[in-house]
């Protein structure tokens, strides 16, 4: 069975702050796949990243950043300078090597606050 | 944006009626999955698609039926609606799963908000 937890049900910073988001895993599978999906009060999820198990490399992307740790089971997501705009619920998610879908871990809120 | 329309996007309706929930893609895409957002779980599967008429059930499928007839259309239907079905739809889309890969992304739809009273 697959499961992703986020220990952190809630984050408060104020803007310009750095913050991380942890994500840890457990899966079986041998290859697999981690998202981040970002959900702004709207509601609609919006796709962030997709990282394989077979490519360690931390990525950044503007402000963001991915920290892949296979030693750890985790794929940490550091927003830099944070803004309100950053303020919505983000998910962590694996997909292993058979099927085709997504579990996900219960979220983190994060409030940015001016 | 991935072209996902998920409706109707509100809906109260009351306990026992049945109920159905559409979703529409524009991408030609074989996967289609219905999802349920509740707080503290995040997102569980509850049904999910491989192809017309080829469906199989998620991790919280009791109580809920699908069908898919045609590629871009998948159909979410509670049979006898309960209060523990108030919840957050959404449904999302993948690619044709390259053989090899499996790495495909998953779109989402903008959701659908069910009040069961």
């Known amino acids: 069975a697959q499961k992703v937890t986020q220990a952190q049900t809630e984050i408060s910073v104020v803007e310009k702050e750095d913050v991380t988001l942890d994500c840890v895993y457990e899966t079986r599978d041998t290859t697999y796949y981690l998202f981040w999906y970002k959900q702004p009060p709207s509601g609609e999820l919006v796709f962030l990243i997709r990282r394989n198990s077979f490519d360690e490399q931390n990525e950044i992307s503007g402000r963001y950043s991915w920290n892949f740790q296979k030693s750890t089971s985790s794929f940490n997501f550091t927003i830099t300078a944070s803004q309100v705009v950053d303020s919505a619920v983000y998910f962590c998610a694996l997909k292993g090597n058979a099927g085709n879908m997504l579990t996900f871990g219960g979220g983190t809120r994060l409030m940015v606050k001016p | 944006d991935a072209g996902i329309t998920q409706s109707p996007r509100h809906k109260v309706t009351e306990t026992g009626t049945p109920v159905t929930l559409r979703c529409h893609q524009t991408?030609?895409?074989?996967?289609m999955y219905w999802y349920r957002q509740d707080p503290g779980h995040g997102l569980r599967l509850i049904h999910y698609?491989?192809?017309?008429?080829?469906?199989d059930k998620g991790e919280v499928s009791d109580g809920y039926s699908v069908s898919r007839s045609k590629t871009e259309d998948f159909l979410l239907t509670l049979e006898s609606a309960t209060s523990s079905q108030t919840s957050v739809y959404f449904c999302?889309?993948?690619?044709?799963?390259?053989?090899?890969?499996?790495?495909?992304?998953?779109?989402f739809g903008e959701g659908s908000w069910l009040t069961v009273v």
């Open positions: 991408e030609n895409h074989r996967y």
């Open positions: 999302a889309i993948s690619e044709t799963l390259t053989s090899g890969t499996g790495g495909n992304t998953i779109y």
């Open positions: 698609s491989y192809g017309v008429k080829d469906t």
